[in-house]
């Protein structure tokens, strides 16, 4: 292969953020796992079931859950307290080619202990193919998920936070 025709990394095309939150991980943990917290950060409605298999579903629009939301997608591994992993779909621009794929694109969340009772949250969000509508979708959700984290810092450490554009 040529240096023109070689494929990007794949690792390339992974969104990855970081939180750094003012409280253990178990705290952290359950922010991404409660229906209420998730609520007061994230989305607008949750419904969660923490365990594998259990439904991972947030909606943004409640009138529009079938445009605005992560209807149908699932955990796919949990460690109380350390990781949760679980399907992920795009809003109504990006829902006909994200939402139909095999697989969906994956979320995962590790929580680390971090220096005085903190918890560093890492998000690696992965599964973008490499065609043009999936890299606009992907650099969507790298600016969605980097003001989501804002709005999660914000509110677990007390500081204001930027104007926030919505994960949806």
């Known amino acids: 292969m040529s240096a023109e025709t070689t494929l990007q990394p794949s690792t390339d095309r992974i969104i990855h953020t970081v939180a750094h939150l003012n409280c253990g991980a178990r705290r952290a943990f359950e922010l991404f796992t409660r229906n209420e917290l998730l609520r007061s950060w994230l989305a607008l409605s949750a419904e969660v ?7 991972y579903e947030l909606f943004w629009e409640p009138n529009e859950r079938e445009n605005y939301s ?55 969000h992965s ?3 490499s ?23 914000a509110q677990v450490n007390g500081n204001p936070g930027p104007a926030q554009l919505p994960v949806r």
């Open 49 to 55: 079931t923490p365990e594998v298999g259990g439904k």
């Open 127 to 129: 599964g973008w193919r």
């Open 70 to 124: 992560t209807i149908g997608c699932r955990i796919t591994a949990l460690e109380a307290d350390r990781f949760l992993s679980f399907e992920w779909k795009g809003p109504k621009q990006f829902k006909q080619f994200m939402n139909d794929a095999d697989p969906l694109t994956h979320v995962v969340v590790f929580f680390l202990p971090a220096e005085g009772g903190a918890t560093a949250v890492h998000l690696i």
């Open 131 to 153: 065609a043009a509508p999936w890299e606009e979708a992907r650099r969507w959700f790298e600016v969605s998920w980097r003001a989501a984290f804002a709005e999660l810092e």
